[in-house]
C-alpha cells in the first residue's frame, strides 16, 4: 500500500464507503462527491499506522459494526482501526493537525556501519540550541532553523529512531529531513532509499491548551 | 505481507508504481499450487490502458471461476521500467502472484491493435521467452493470441503458438479440458498445440505453408500436417445471456482511461459500414436481456464502488430495451452518487432529454460521426447518416441548450473526390450556421457555436468490403488534410470552427500489419530490435526506426498498402471463416463503387453469411 498516492488512496476510499454502503453524504450538483477529507496526505513511500480521515453521513450503526462493514471490503494492507463520532461542530481535521510520530529505521543495505556511534552522534546533534538548514523553494533558497520542530526524538529497539515533529499547515518537518540535516552535518551521504518511514500518529493542539498535544483518535466518541 | 517481485528502490524511482503491484480490489487470489492451469493473461500496452479492457476482465473473471485455472494478469511495462528490468535482469512477472511469466503454462495476448506488436514482443523477451514458437522448450508457456487482430494473425504467425479466432468465452474451456488430459497422459507441449489446432476457432500457424507467386501474392496457403483443418470458423456466443459477464471487475488504485462499470449491452451490429472491421467480424447482432443487464449493473456497482457506469456496444441507439435501460439506470441510480456516461448515441430527442437529466450541458459537447463529408460519399461507405438528420439533431440540441458540436470524419476513403473532402468543411459550416439562424442572440448567453471536426485517415481492414482498397500514401493523406483545412479558412464562419487531423505516419505502418502477410512479421522483429515499442504513443513512435526495418528486411510498404488487389487474390487471412462470405463483401465492394447503399440487418437482411451461427438479428422475429 505504500507505492499508492495520496489521490488514488482518496478514490480507494470513496469505492470502499460505497462497498461498504457507508450512509455518507455527497456534495451537489453534476458530478457529486463525498463529504470526505484526510488529515494529512501521506507520502508515497511511507507506511502508516495513523492515518485519519473526515467523512459526513446521514446515518450510522455502532462502531463495532461499521468497522465490520468496512474492513471486509478492504484489500489486504490497509484496515480501518477505529471509526468514531465527532461532535457537530468538531473543526476538520486537517486544519487542526499539527504533529506527528514517526518510526524510522534504515534499509538492508543502507544502514549505518556503526550504529552506535550513529546515534550518539544524532542524539548530541539534537541537544544544540539551534539546527540550520537550507531549505530551496522554486525561486530562492533560505535558512530553517528546523530545531523547534522537532519535539522528540530518542532510540528504539531493533535499531530504530522515534521521531515527534511538527506537521500540518502552520509548522511541517518531513522526518528525513532531520536525519539528513545531521548527516549532512557529519559530511555524510543519505540515500533517497536510506529510510523506511512509518507514520505511527497525528495529533493536534488542544484547544484551550495549544502547548498539549491529543491524538486524533481522542477525539470523538466510540458510537455504541 | 505479499512478497513483490521488485525491490523497494526500484519502485520508488519509476512513475507509477501501483502499475505493478497488483491487490487491487477484486483481484483474484489463489493459491498457485492448488490449480492445474496457470494462465498469464496480457494486455501488451501500459496499465492503465489494459486494465481498461472489457474483455480481458470478463476472460479473467470465466477462467478464475474454474478451480483449475489460475489466471493472472500481465501488463508492458512503461519504458522506464523496461529500462531497469533489462539492466538489472528481472524476469517479467505477473500482478497476482508476483511470480515470473516464463513458469505459466499459458501466456494469452489480447490483440486490440496493430500498433500494439512491438509491445508483444517485448513482454516475452522480458518474461525470458523466445521469441519465435519453433525455438520454445519443453517449460515454456504456450503463447496464445486473440481478439480483433487475430482475424489476421499473419504478422504475427512466428511468434504465436496459437491463435483464437473470435469470441474467448467458447473454447477456453475445451482448452484447458484438452490441456489437463494431455498432460495427464504424459503428453508434452507439442501434442497441445497439435491437439488444441483441431479444436474449431484454434489456429496454430506452425502447421500451415504459405507459397508465393512471382507478383508477391499468395499462391496457397495449406496446412501441412494431416487432421489439421483448411478452414478455421470464428467462435461467437450464440445466446448473449448464456455468457457469463463480470459479477467483479478488478478496481485499479490508478485512475485508468475507462474508470467506471461497463455493462456491454450488445455484440455486433446491424449498420454494416463498409470500412468497419468491428461491425463484420461480430456478426450477427446479438442482444442481452434486461433482466441480465439491470442485474450485472446493481452486482457491478455494489462490488466495485465505482462512481460511474456505462454503456458498450458498437451502436447502442440500435439496442432494442435502450429507453427501459437508461431510464431503469437513471432511476435507480442516478441521485445515489452515481454518474451515468453515456456513450455516443444518435442524436435524437430521447437521446438529448437523457443527456440533459445526466450531464452538464453548459460543459458537454455533442458528437455526430458522418465519417464523409459528402452524401455521396456517406453512401460509398455506407453510413446511413444524412445531413438531415445532423443538422435536426444539432438543431434540437442548440435549443436544448448545447453549444459544442463535434464531428468525426475520415480521410483517403476509396473514390473520395476534392468534392468530398471539401465537405467536411461544408458540413461543419452549416452546422454552425444553423446555430446562428436558430438562436437568437439574447438566448446565446454571450457564447458562440463551436465546431470541432476531427478526420482520421482510413486504413483498409481485412473481413471488410474495404479490404481490396488501394490506402492513401502518406503524402496523399496529408494532402487531403491540406484541402480540407484550406476550405475550412474560407468559411464564413471559421472562428466557430476547429479542424485537427491525425498523424499520417502511423497510419502507414498501421496500414502495412493490418493487411500483412507472414512477411511483415521480419519487419515488426527488426524493427523492435532496433528499439520500436510503444508505437501508439506519439512520444515513443519512431517512423525513422520501422522505415530502417522496412529497408533490412526488403519488404516493399507499398505492396500492402497501395497496391490494387484483384477480386480473386488469395487474402492472408482468407483461411479464417468469419460468418461473413467473400462473395458478400465483393458484392458490398462493387455498391460502394456504385454509391449504393445496403439496407441495414432490421430493415432487410442481406446475405452476408453470419445467418449460419444461427442466432442474433437474423432470427429476431422467427422465434
Not at chain 2, 468490403?465 to 488501394?470: D, E, H, L, R, T
Not at chain 2, 515488426?524 to 522505415?547: C, P, Q, T, V
Not at chain 2, 462473395?583 to 445496403?598: D, G, P, Q, S, Y
Amino acid at each position: 500500500m505504500k507505492f499508492i498516492g495520496h489521490l488514488d488512496m482518496m478514490r480507494y476510499f470513496q469505492k470502499i464507503m460505497r462497498r461498504a454502503d457507508v450512509d455518507i453524504c455527497y456534495s451537489t450538483g453534476f458530478s457529486p462527491h463525498q463529504i470526505m477529507s484526510f488529515a494529512s496526505p501521506l507520502g508515497v513511500g511511507m507506511e502508516s499506522r495513523g492515518e485519519y480521515v473526515d467523512i459526513e453521513v446521514k446515518s450510522t450503526d455502532s462502531s463495532e459494526e461499521m468497522l465490520r462493514r468496512i474492513n471486509e471490503v478492504m484489500v489486504d494492507g490497509s484496515e480501518v482501526l477505529s471509526y468514531r463520532l465527532l461532535p457537530d461542530d468538531a473543526d476538520n481535521a486537517m486544519s487542526i493537525v499539527s504533529a506527528a510520530d514517526y518510526r524510522l529505521r534504515f534499509r538492508e543495505g543502507y544502514e549505518p556501519e556503526d550504529w552506535r556511534d550513529f546515534m550518539d552522534g544524532l542524539l548530541s546533534f539534537m541537544k544544540q540550541e539551534q539546527i540550520l538548514i537550507i531549505k530551496k523553494t522554486k525561486k530562492s533558497e533560505k535558512e530553517v532553523d528546523i530545531r523547534p520542530m522537532i519535539y522528540e526524538l530518542h532510540e528504539e529497539d531493533d535499531h530504530a529512531i522515534f521521531l515527534k515533529v511538527a506537521t500540518g499547515s502552520a509548522a511541517n518537518l518531513k522526518p528525513s529531513a532531520v536525519i539528513q540535516a545531521y548527516m549532512d552535518s557529519r559530511s555524510l551521504p543519505l540515500s533517497e532509499f536510506a529510510l523506511m518511514i512509518t507514520r505511527l500518529e497525528i495529533y493536534a493542539q488542544k484547544k484551550d491548551d495549544p502547548s498539549t498535544l491529543i491524538s486524533l483518535e481522542e477525539f470523538g466518541e466510540e458510537i455504541k | 505481507m505479499r512478497k513483490l517481485a521488485l525491490s523497494d528502490e526500484i519502485l520508488l524511482s519509476v512513475q507509477q508504481p501501483a502499475r505493478y503491484l497488483g491487490n487491487e480490489m477484486n483481484a483474484v487470489m489463489k493459491d498457485p499450487d492448488s490449480v492445474d492451469i496457470r494462465f498469464a493473461m496480457c494486455f501488451p500496452d501500459v496499465y492503465e490502458i489494459g486494465m481498461s479492457h472489457l474483455g480481458m476482465q470478463i476472460l479473467y473473471a470465466m477462467f478464475n471461476k474454474r478451480d483449475d485455472v489460475y489466471c493472472e494478469r500481465v501488463f508492458s511495462p512503461w519504458p522506464d521500467m523496461d529500462e531497469v528490468m533489462r539492466k538489472e535482469h528481472i524476469h517479467l512477472f505477473a500482478l497476482e502472484s508476483q511470480d515470473p511469466i516464463h513458469e505459466f503454462d499459458f501466456l494469452g495476448f489480447t490483440l486490440q491493435y496493430e500498433m500494439c506488436y512491438t509491445n508483444i514482443l517485448q513482454v516475452l523477451d522480458l518474461s525470458g521467452i523466445p521469441l519465435h514458437a519453433e525455438d520454445r522448450k519443453e517449460n515454456d508457456p504456450i503463447v496464445i493470441g486473440g481478439g480483433p487482430c487475430a482475424y489476421n494473425p499473419e504478422p504475427l504467425a512466428p511468434f504465436f503458438d496459437l491463435f483464437y479466432i473470435g469470441e474467448g468465452e467458447v473454447q477456453y474451456d475445451a482448452i484447458f479440458d484438452l490441456y489437463k488430459e494431455i498432460r495427464r497422459k504424459g503428453g508434452n507441449r507439442s501434442d497441445i498445440i497439435e491437439a488444441a489446432a483441431k479444436i474449431p476457432g484454434i489456429y496454430a500457424p506452425a502447421f500451415y505453408d504459405v507459397t508465393y507467386k512471382e507478383d508477391g501474392t499468395i499462391e496457397s496457403f495449406k496446412p501441412n500436417t494431416p487432421g489439421i483443418p483448411e478452414k478455421i470458423t470464428k467462435q461467437i456466443v450464440v445466446n448473449m445471456d448464456d455468457a457469463p459477464y463480470i459479477e467483479k471487475p478488478v478496481v485499479p488504485f490508478l485512475k485508468v482511461t475507462q474508470d467506471r462499470v461497463v455493462l456491454e449491452i450488445q455484440r455486433g451490429c446491424i449498420r454494416g459500414c463498409r470500412f468497419c472491421q468491428a461491425g463484420n467480424v461480430y456478426r450477427p447482432l446479438r442482444e442481452h436481456s434486461l433482466e441480465y443487464l439491470k442485474h450485472y449493473a446493481y452486482e457491478m456497482l455494489k462490488n466495485t464502488g465505482h462512481e460511474e457506469i456505462t454503456l458498450s456496444s458498437l451502436s447502442s441507439s440500435d439496442y432494442s430495451h435502450l429507453k427501459e435501460l437508461v431510464n431503469f439506470l437513471i432511476d435507480e441510480f442516478h441521485g445515489k452518487g452515481v454518474n451515468i456516461s453515456l456513450p455516443s448515441l444518435r442524436i435524437d430527442a430521447f437521446s438529448l432529454d437523457v443527456m440533459s437529466k445526466v450531464q452538464d450541458v453548459k460543459k458537454s459537447s455533442l458528437t455526430f460521426a458522418p465519417e464523409a463529408g459528402s452524401q455521396k460519399q456517406r453512401d460509398v461507405i455506407n453510413k446511413g447518416l444524412t445531413e438531415e438528420i445532423i443538422l435536426k439533431g444539432a438543431s434540437e440540441a442548440f435549443h436544448g441548450g448545447w453549444n459544442r458540436v463535434k464531428l468525426y470524419f475520415m480521410l483517403g476513403q476509396p473514390t473520395e473526390t476534392v468534392e468530398d473532402m471539401e465537405g467536411i468543411a461544408l458540413l461543419s459550416e452549416k452546422v454552425a450556421e444553423l446555430y446562428y439562424d436558430e438562436i437568437p442572440k439574447d438566448q446565446r448567453n454571450g457564447k458562440k457555436v463551436q465546431v470541432v471536426a476531427s478526420s482520421s485517415f482510413f486504413v483498409p481492414k481485412p473481413f471488410t468490403p474495404f479490404q481490396w482498397a488501394k490506402m492513401c500514401t502518406k503524402d496523399e493523406f496529408l494532402e487531403r488534410a491540406y484541402i480540407v483545412k484550406h476550405k475550412f479558412r474560407e468559411m464564413l464562419n471559421f472562428k466557430s470552427l476547429k479542424y485537427n487531423y491525425h498523424e499520417a505516419d502511423l497510419t502507414v505502418l498501421e496500414g502495412v500489419l493490418a493487411r500483412g502477410d507472414r512477411r511483415v512479421a521480419d519487419v515488426l522483429e527488426e524493427a523492435y530490435h532496433k528499439g520500436a515499442l510503444f508505437d501508439s504513443w506519439s512520444e515513443y513512435f519512431r517512423n525513422d526506426i520501422w522505415m530502417e526495418a522496412f529497408e533490412t528486411c526488403g519488404v516493399d510498404i507499398d505492396f500492402y498498402t497501395t497496391r490494387e488487389r484483384s477480386l480473386d487474390e488469395i487474402f492472408p487471412w482468407d483461411f479464417i471463416d468469419a460468418g461473413v462470405t467473400k462473395e458478400f463483401l465483393k458484392r458490398e465492394w462493387k455498391n460502394a463503387m456504385n454509391a449504393k447503399v445496403t439496407p441495414n440487418c432490421r430493415e432487410r437482411c442481406s446475405g452476408c453469411g453470419a445467418r449460419v451461427f444461427e442466432g442474433g438479428v437474423c432470427f429476431e422475429h422467427k422465434n
